[in-house]
């Protein structure tokens, strides 16, 4: 029965959903297409054209294009979609309106690998430590369900314990810090979020671990409709709530981690879009997974393209700029009648 009703609900109003998913997809597009235009220097059309289908390694504009510009929208809009994925699984799992990757330590578990690479190995190359970014977002986040997701109603300890475990980390990234200041200065750029050092090297080293992520959490979003209406509902309805919640901690830890290892922290789009996506998306998870995914790589191409385009006098790391859209719109879906509700 549980299977029919969420068959039914994933298929009803499929016109309505499909034109809102269009218009998304469009406007990542467009954004997707600005910004590899725009920039400190302009590239028109018909040099972005000629680039992408017939490069001459002897032209400044395809250079630009292909070794900077490209690279960076690339990893702008994985970054963007995964992070609004995990963020909508982050808030579903934890039934938290406000859960972000911060909340089961992945950023500070991140940094921490980061950080403790730099200093004990000497590398300085994002393409070098990413694989140590992963790995301490992956421990940070185990060692938070190992410490509050065994409750049977665990949402509260979860939190805690991501609270803690953060607290925790960051307070062991200062003290590192301290006594390297090479490492302070690699950490002091990484760690505001940007897609400065994204190659395309970094993308396809990173990508079998996205595509894992996005499976299982899709895969998640079946069962995760049932966890919504409580544990017991859900186990009445035949979930296996333990294995839904590895499973789901999974896919979290595999997009937040991979994010952050490739761009650093970004702030507020895996918190915000969820949210933006149910105001054109209905509570089906599987539907709000792909509009988050759409709108948050949308906001995060817009969030670079402004945060490059000199409007604030220099160069600003996307992270910088995410946070200053997503203030504003955190508050605003705040004081919103929808979320008020939540």
């Not at 499909?18 to 302009?42: F, T, Y």
């Not at 070794?67 to 963007?80: D, E, F, K, S, W």
């Not at 690699?186 to 994204?198: C, E, P, Q």
């Not at 595509?211 to 049932?226: D, H, K, R």
């Amino acid at each position: 029965m549980a299977a029919d009703s969420s068959s039914v609900a994933f298929s009803g109003h499929r016109p309505h959903r499909l034109m809102w998913l269009g218009i998304g997809i469009l406007a990542m597009l467009i954004s997707a297409l600005l910004s590899l235009r725009l920039g400190v220097r302009l590239i028109g059309w018909a040099d972005i054209g000629r680039a992408l289908f017939s490069f001459d390694p002897d032209t400044a504009d395809h250079i630009v294009l292909w070794q900077i510009r490209l690279p960076r929208m690339v990893g702008a809009l994985l970054c963007g979609g995964c992070l609004g994925v995990a963020g909508a699984l982050m808030q579903a799992l934890t039934r938290n309106p406000l859960a972000d990757p911060g909340l089961l330590g992945v950023n500070a578990g991140a940094a921490l690998g980061v950080v403790i690479c730099t200093i004990a190995l000497g590398l300085t190359d994002p393409a070098q430590f990413i694989w140590a970014a992963l790995a301490g977002a992956a421990i940070a986040a185990a060692l938070v369900f190992a410490l509050g997701g065994n409750a049977p109603s665990g949402t509260g300890r979860l939190i805690l314990a991501g609270a803690a475990v953060s607290a925790l980390f960051y307070a062991l990234i200062r003290g590192l810090l301290l006594v390297s200041r090479s490492s302070l200065e690699v950490y002091r750029v990484w760690v505001l979020g940007g897609f400065d050092n994204v190659t395309f090297y970094m993308v396809a080293t990173l990508m079998p671990f996205l595509i894992v992520g996005l499976v299982l959490a899709f895969a998640a979003g079946f069962s995760l409709n049932a966890l919504q209406l409580g544990e017991s509902t859900a186990q009445s309805l035949g979930v296996r709530v333990g294995f839904l919640q590895l499973l789901t901690g999974a896919a979290i830890v595999l997009l937040c981690g991979t994010t952050v290892a490739m761009a650093g922290p970004i702030a507020f789009i895996g918190l915000i879009v969820p949210h933006l996506a149910r105001v054109t998306a209905p509570t089906d998870m599987r539907w709000l997974s792909i509009y988050s995914a759409v709108y948050g790589a949308t906001l995060m191409a817009l969030a670079d393209l402004i945060a490059r385009s000199g409007m604030f006098g220099s160069n600003m790391q996307a992270g910088v700029m995410s946070a200053i859209i997503g203030g504003p719109v955190l508050i605003w879906l705040v004081r919103s009648k929808g979320v008020r509700k939540l």
